[in-house]
């Protein structure tokens, strides 16, 4: 009987670390900026950051992703009709004043840039396709 008891309370002492670490991470989640460089050499691999997008946004479910372009920016990722909104232009060159321009005022704890390694801009972690 003695066991069942301390089996019990380990049981719900598991639940209780559970569900406060939900409650905690859903109310404090991690802030993302995810930028898309849409220049004409990407568009080639542009299937490939679309699967590389969905791959990471179902890893984690506490965290907010903000999506954009190297042109402009688009809301969060999981308020947007479709991912195809963007990559429905693809023209210029990616810039370093380009993403200073758009992104510095936007707070993020973390900023990621995929693009093909052709610039790689203090502060951010660049993921390549080649």
Known sequence: MK???????????QCVLWIGSHI???TNKTNVLLVVDTSFS???????VQ???EEYEGRDR?????IGTDKASLGTLDQLASKD???????????????T????HIRADKRILLS?????PDGWDLVSFN
Do not use: E
Request: proline share 2%; aromatic share 20%.
């Open 24 to 26: 905690y991470f859903s």
């Open 51 to 53: 699967s590389w997008i």
């Open 42 to 48: 990407m568009k080639s691999n542009f299937p490939a």
């Open 62 to 66: 506490y965290k907010t992703i903000m």
């Open 101 to 104: 321009r758009l992104y510095s």
């Open 116 to 120: 093909d390694g052709s610039l790689n």
């Open 85 to 99: 909104v963007i990559f429905r232009t693809s023209f210029g060159k990616l810039s370093a004043d380009n993403l």
């Open 3 to 13: 066991f069942l008891k301390i089996f019990g309370l380990l049981i719900l002492f």
